[in-house]
């Protein structure tokens, strides 16, 4: 299963995330390998109306109908079509631990599958305290970095976090720099789940090359 994180790119925002998820699509056909888009949630309704892909949003608020100007809004992420939400990525972090139980919660409420996102193995423990459906350690300093990653970096903190969310029965996602098939291999033998991608697909020359690519790990 492979998680990919359009952010704010641009080959991930509008006509061309749509694009982009159809090669997804095709790609998963193809392979058999889970691919999860996470979208923004202003192209939520218009892509989750266009793939038969399971798709997520970027995230959403601890807040429920009423007056909260700005925010993202559970109830209208699930009606969108979003099958789930990703909590406490490093680059959106939860204002503090209650709001991310907030939003977790929020999230189970309506029926929102969640991923809380976890940069050290202590976060990863308070995630997991929350019970959302996945975790995922991801060094922040290896996020978007070409050459390195967390499979090639931090092994020993990958298989430390394997265990921890093992004994809780929460999938590990693993992310930040993953990009060759061999990342994804090493990744499974420490016994992650599964893989949260973003920069390696969407800023590639060819995002096809590279998805069928990295699904050839998964053999
Ligand atoms: O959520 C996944 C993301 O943070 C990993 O980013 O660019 O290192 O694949 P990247």
New binding site residues.
């Given amino acids: 299963m492979i998680?990919i994180?359009f952010k704010t790119y641009e080959t991930g925002t509008g006509e061309k995330a749509l694009e982009m998820v159809k090669t997804l699509e095709s790609v998963s056909r193809e392979t058999g390998v889970k691919l999860i888009p996470i979208v923004q949630a202003l192209d939520l309704r218009m892509i989750a109306g266009q793939t038969s892909l399971e798709v997520w949003v970027q995230g959403i608020d601890n807040i429920t109908y009423g007056a909260h100007t700005g925010h993202t809004l559970p109830e209208g992420v699930l009606l969108a079509g979003a099958k789930g939400a990703v909590l406490n990525?490093s680059e959106n972090k939860a204002l503090n631990v209650e709001d991310l139980a907030g939003r977790n919660q929020r999230a189970r409420d309506v029926g929102l599958k969640t991923l809380i996102f976890a940069d050290s193995t202590d976060e990863l423990r308070q995630a997991i305290s929350l019970k959302p459906d996945f975790v995922s350690y991801?060094p922040p300093e290896?996020?978007?970095?070409s050459d390195k990653s967390v499979a090639t970096e931090k092994p020993d903190i990958v298989k430390k976090a394997v265990n921890i969310a093992k004994n809780a029965d929460i999938p590990l996602i693993v992310?930040?720099?993953?990009q060759t098939k061999e990342d994804i291999t090493t990744s499974l033998n420490l016994g992650a789940s599964g893989f949260?991608?973003?920069?390696?697909i969407m800023n590639a020359e060819n995002p096809r090359t590279v998805i069928e690519n990295l699904a050839k790990g998964f053999k």
């Fill in positions: 998680f994180n990525h991801e290896l996020i978007g970095s992310g930040a720099g993953i949260a991608i973003a920069s390696g």
